[in-house]
Structure formats: C-alpha cells, structure tokens
C-alpha cells in the first residue's frame, strides 16, 4: 500500500514533487521543524483523527507553545470529539490563559465538552494552588 502524502500548509493530498500543486508551499521548509511543531501544524488537519492524536499528545508532551493553537482549535470546531480532545489537553498542559475558554466551555456546548472543561479547570487550578517546591 502506498504512502499518501499532505501538503503541511494547506493539507491537500500532493505526489512525490517538492512544491505543493494547490498552494504552492515549498514542501521542503518543513523539513526542519520540530516535532511539536508539526503537532500544532496537524490540529489544522482535515482528516478528523489527526487533530485528535496530535492534541491528545500534545497534551502528554505538556506544550506550552500548544496552548494557543488549541483553545483556537477548541473554539473553532464544531466536531465535540475534537473539541474534547483540545479541552483536555489544555488542562494537561496546565496553563492558566486557557481557563476563560475552558469556563465558557464548561457551560456551552456538548456535554462530553462540557465534562472535560470542568475537568479540565480542575486540574488548573490544582496546579495554581499545589505548594512550589
């Protein structure tokens, strides 16, 4: 089975050549990103389980420069499983700039969403209050 591969500025499904048919991007910039960054560039992905892994291991990985990129993620998708994903990987990451978004969706929205914003705030505020060693 062959590989398919994705432009990663605009994720249009591209060959083997070194610039993207759709966009022009020069495939090649990318090379040298980090894997993080190609994390946070996924949760732009079209394809539904991508967003969803790169989320969910962003949050393991504790991505402070994740943050942004998915309370906008959250925010913007209409998708609860990818919305969910996002909340709970914000509270993993653990920053408090993420606890007006997850306020809001703690109250709006589906209610696995809701869930995982409370949950989510929860672990926020544990870490805001935990003792600094």
Aim: contains cysteine; neutral net charge.
């Amino acid at each position: 089975m062959p590989l398919t591969y994705f432009c990663p500025s605009c994720w249009k499904e591209v060959g083997i050549g070194s610039t993207c048919p759709r966009c022009g991007a020069d495939l090649c910039d990318f090379a040298g990103e980090t894997y993080e960054q190609k994390l946070i560039r996924a949760l732009r992905h079209s394809e539904p389980t991508v967003p969803i892994r790169a989320a969910a291991i962003l949050g393991k990985l504790g991505s402070r420069a994740a943050v942004e990129p998915l309370i906008e993620l959250a925010e913007s998708t209409s998708d609860p499983y990818i919305q969910e994903v996002a909340v709970e990987a914000l509270g993993k990451v653990g920053e408090p700039q993420a606890v007006p978004c997850l306020e809001r969706l703690s109250r709006e929205g589906p209610l696995r969403v809701r869930s995982a914003a409370k949950q989510a705030l929860k672990a926020i505020r544990g870490l805001a209050n935990a003792p600094q060693e």
